[in-house]
């Protein structure tokens, strides 16, 4: 059974940074593309960042670019979310999510089939 468990939001000053980690289970990181994705109320799920364990390479929202750091541990099966320099915009619920290859952006939410839970990010002083 597939099953992504996220953890290591909360408030943060801007400017601060939070690390986000998504634990897998039921299946290895190398068989998906891993992704953080985020929404806020009234708004449409965005992509942040994916990763390709299998194919080596990474993928950022320019919104985040430079700021935000996607990787992960095989030996843990989890994927991490290093955010930096954070914005109040980045306030949003953040949801960690298993899928493709599929005909949608690699970016989309709807190529992704397994999804966490969501974690809270606020950014606020």
């Known amino acids: 059974q597939v099953q992504l468990v996220e953890s290591g939001g909360g408030l943060v000053q801007p400017g601060g940074s939070l690390r986000l980690s998504c634990v897998a289970s039921g299946f290895t990181l190398d068989r998906f593309a891993m992704g953080w994705f985020r929404q806020v109320p009234g708004k449409e799920r965005e992509g942040v960042s994916v990763?390709?364990?299998?194919?080596?390479?990474?993928y950022y929202a320019d919104s985040v670019k430079g700021r935000f750091t996607i990787s992960g541990d095989t030996a843990k099966n989890t994927v991490y979310l290093q955010m930096d320099s954070l914005k109040p915009e980045d306030t949003a619920v953040y949801y960690c999510a298993a899928g493709g290859p599929s005909g949608f952006g690699v970016l989309n939410p709807n190529g992704y089939h397994y999804w966490g839970q969501g974690t809270q990010v606020t950014v606020s002083s």
């Open positions: 990763i390709s364990i299998s194919g080596g390479s990474t």
